[in-house]
């Protein structure tokens, strides 16, 4: 990231500090004013997970900020590397803990593309399902945290209950509400239950009054306007150069969506539209993951019109457990099971790169693999490691109480900012 | 027996007596009342339930016995003082935020008189302009704990505290201007007395109907002076934390929730008092045979139940709206506020002037 273009205050007579995108104001020249800092986070309310933005203030306005990450840092490349292949899936539930599957469907794409598989339609459609429920999920905790923060407590708490609703269809198919680990290499771990998809449609209808409601109490409401309106702008240009994805990039008004840009999965054969904001403010990163809400709930009723019957899992037999009756009824099922529990998945050597689109943005895993039993390598790309870099710029010249408008709406989630 | 009557002839026993009834027999359960309230219908608003586990023993009271819970945990919870404070202002602060919210209660009446005794503890000569006078003294408690807290989330929520409650004085002032003439003084009684009269025998001359901007624009600065949703920027509970009490615990902290409740209750009782009639039962002059006692408990049920709607709907819309940013909290009083008022002021005059 150019930090030269973006320290717009000289810091000649203060200590540099080498953080990317952190903005150090200058002394004031005359004595009688001076300038304030002014620690919010890393236990502050509204600083959700953990980070640290020391804030310069003139007044109440913000003349400086470093934001400083790191506080919920658990070392999951690390650990990764320390495991097998399959043992990495519950970790990524840890990534983004408010849309799960999709962290699992990344991770188990990339080690798919590894391996040079095709998983069955039925598990994709189930996929795209699920990833679209857990999009929902991540946008409902997004939207419900910004509008609590500019004073929507009630609005928080029915889109709260909405995603309860979501996450009890989580449970149905993977016995967890969000450490679900759910998918597997070549498929995913479990069908749906009977009756679950007319399920599905009951709940989406009783989200989407939610999202209608929710919609009535706050988006045209003038106070609202007034604190999301010009807060927190970005330019495309600046967007872009940040490496923002997903609704943020959106919001700004470029189209990017990874879901047409790079179709993954059955996207291709669904009908969706884009939503792009205008100027690129908190209010358009609000519009823009409101309609994205809707068409996620029309993706899905397309895919449960379309969705196939057949298999969950491929039957490759160096992917998945063999069936119980091969195994107990055949020698070459029990030794591909035997090889299966001791040594795990063993994916060709080479390295692949595979992005999905998250629900905060583009979200990526880069594996490298030398066909051992382990992981060498495994960098996830978390798209709010770059919003929190573009904090200050955002934060620049508004006041302390559009902090928490900027940072609600950049959905900054600590799990996988941190890793 | 005679002595007793004669001991409570005297005015100072009678004083006495109006201020323990009014105060704790009315502003003070109905303000603790107000903290359950306000967690229960937000749950409401919400789609909870709300607080319902506090018992003894299997009975629960529908959360009411939470009134006591908080109480009892709040007196026993210890009381921090933090390091570097200034422990003399830190300690007095809650009394000016308390003090200030209770003292409005003394000039209101709550029923009618009976000959020469009136149901309000004194009747003072300016009337309200003591109301102006005792809420400003409120912003000290908000401003004396932001100061001395030694914390600079409490410097911020004191500095906006004191911005914002001077400025809508001005606006709470003059916002009852139009008011002082049409009754043509600023004693309380006298505005009641006045209300009492109808059209036509039928529209009740209340402030609301011969005051109507006037009306919005009190209420709007009484929110505000009250510090309460969406002007509560002082608190300012998502960015500032809890704003000029942030450092508080116990009962200091908990001096300044139910001063918070009691002027929701005071802010609803003025209301009540200057602009829906205070105790004036409407059309009541019809039932001419009606006993005193009679119409003295219809006065009171009146003015209770108006002024347990006015709380009601302050709450309603704290958990409506979302809350101002501090500047636009300052930018809605000078620039649209003032301007509105003035305008009042003035046409209310001119109707006055052109009607005599």
């Known amino acids: 990231m150019n930090t030269s273009e973006l320290t717009t205050i000289s810091v000649e007579e203060l200590k540099p500090v080498h953080l990317p995108g952190a903005i150090i104001p200058a002394p004031p ?61 519950p970790y990524t539930d840890r990534l983004n803990y408010v849309s799960p599957v999709l962290n699992n469907i990344g991770y188990s794409m990339a080690v798919e593309k590894l391996f040079g598989v095709e998983i069955p339609r039925r598990a994709q459609f189930a996929r795209v399902i699920m990833g679209e429920i857990s999009r929902i999920t991540d946008h409902l905790t997004c939207l419900a945290a910004c509008a609590m923060e500019v004073g929507g407590f009630t609005f928080f708490l029915w889109f709260i209950k909405a995603r309860e609703y979501l996450y009890e269809l989580n449970e149905q198919v993977t016995g967890g509400r969000v450490t679900i680990n759910w998918t597997r290499f070549g498929g995913n771990s479990t069908d749906f239950p009977d009756g679950f998809l007319k399920e599905v449609e009951v709940r989406l209808e009783k989200v989407r009054e ?206 996988e900012l941190d890793r | 027996m005679q002595l007793v009557l004669e001991f409570l002839a005297l005015p100072f026993v009678q004083d006495v007596l109006k201020i323990l009834f009014i105060l704790l027999l009315f502003a003070m359960p109905l303000g603790t009342f107000m903290t359950l309230m306000e967690r229960k219908w937000s749950a409401a608003v919400q789609d909870r339930i709300g607080p319902n586990r506090a018992n003894i023993g299997s009975y629960r009271g529908r959360g009411l016995l939470h009134i006591a819970a908080d109480a009892l945990k709040s007196i026993f919870k210890e009381d921090l003082i933090p390091k570097g404070a200034d422990k003399f202002l830190y300690t007095i602060a809650p009394f000016f935020s308390f003090m200030s919210a209770v003292a409005v209660f003394a000039i209101i009446p709550i029923a009618g008189p009976i000959g020469d005794f009136k149901f309000q503890v004194t009747d003072v000569q300016p009337g309200l302009l003591f109301i102006f006078a ?61 209300q009492g009269e109808h059209w036509f025998g039928l529209i009740p001359k209340w402030g609301v109907f011969t005051q109507p901007l006037g009306f919005v624009v009190f209420f709007t600065a009484l929110i505000a002076e009250t510090k309460r949703a969406p002007f509560d920027a002082p608190e300012g509970e998502s960015e500032i934390v809890a704003g000029y009490f942030v450092e508080y615990s116990g009962m200091r902290w908990s001096s300044f929730m139910l001063a918070e409740y009691i002027a929701i209750v005071g802010v609803a009782a003025l209301i009540t008092t200057l602009f829906f009639g205070g105790y004036q039962v409407p059309w009541l002059y019809h039932w001419e045979s009606a006993p005193q006692w009679l119409v003295t408990l219809l006065q009171f049920g009146k003015f209770a139940s108006f002024t347990f709607i006015f709380c009601w709907f302050q709450i309603q819309i704290r958990w409506t709206v979302p809350k101002f940013r501090f500047d636009q909290t300052m930018a809605l009083g000078w620039k649209k506020l003032l301007p509105v008022a003035l305008l009042n002021t003035v046409v209310t005059a001119i109707i006055i002037v052109a009607l005599a």
Not at chain 1, 76 to 86: G, L, P, Q, T
Not at chain 1, 299 to 321: C, F, H, N, S
Not at chain 2, 142 to 154: E, T, W, Y
């Open chain 2, 134 to 194: 005792i809420t400003s003294l409120g912003v000290y408690g908000a401003v004396l704990a932001g100061a001395s807290s030694n914390s600079k989330f409490a410097l911020f929520g004191g500095t906006r505290a004191s911005a914002q409650m001077i400025s809508y004085e001005v606006f709470l002032g003059l916002s009852l201007m139009g008011l002082f003439m049409v009754y043509g003084s600023t004693q309380v009684s006298a505005i009641v007395e006045g």
């Open chain 1, 29 to 89: 020249e005359d004595s009688d004013t001076s300038i304030m800092r002014i620690e919010i986070g890393p236990a502050h309310p509204a600083m959700h997970g953990i980070v640290r933005l020391t804030t310069y203030l003139d007044g109440e306005q913000i003349v400086g900020m470093v934001p400083e990450i790191g506080y919920l840092h658990r070392g999951f490349e690390k650990e990764s590397e320390n495991s097998k292949w399959i043992q990495v899936i």
């Open chain 1, 210 to 415: 939610v999202i209608e409601e929710g919609d009535q109490l706050v988006t045209r409401n003038k106070i609202f306007i007034d604190r999301m309106k010009n807060i927190g702008v970005l330019s495309k240009e600046k967007a872009i150069s940040y490496g923002f994805t997903g609704p943020l990039l959106r919001a700004c008004g470029v189209p990017y969506d990874i879901r047409r840009a790079d179709p993954h999965l059955v996207y291709d054969e669904l009908d969706f539209e884009i939503p792009i904001g205008e100027v690129g403010d908190s209010y358009d990163r609000f519009l823009v993951r409101m309609e994205e809400m809707r068409q996620s709930i029309s993706i899905i009723e397309q895919a449960i019109d379309k969705i196939p019957y057949g298999p969950v899992m491929t039957r490759e037999r160096y992917l998945g457990y063999p069936d119980k009756k091969e195994v107990y009824g055949s020698i070459e099922g029990l030794i591909d099971h035997f090889k299966m529990v001791m040594e795990g998945h063993h994916p060709p050597a080479g390295e692949v790169y595979q992005p999905i689109e998250g629900g905060n943005g583009e979200l990526g895993f880069y594996l490298v693999s030398d066909g051992s039993g382990d992981p060498v390598k495994c960098r996830v790309r978390p798209p709010c490691f770059n919003y929190v870099q573009a904090m200050p710029e955002l934060a620049l010249g508004h006041y302390v109480a559009d902090i928490v408008a900027i940072f609600g709406s950049i959905n900054m989630i600590g799990g």
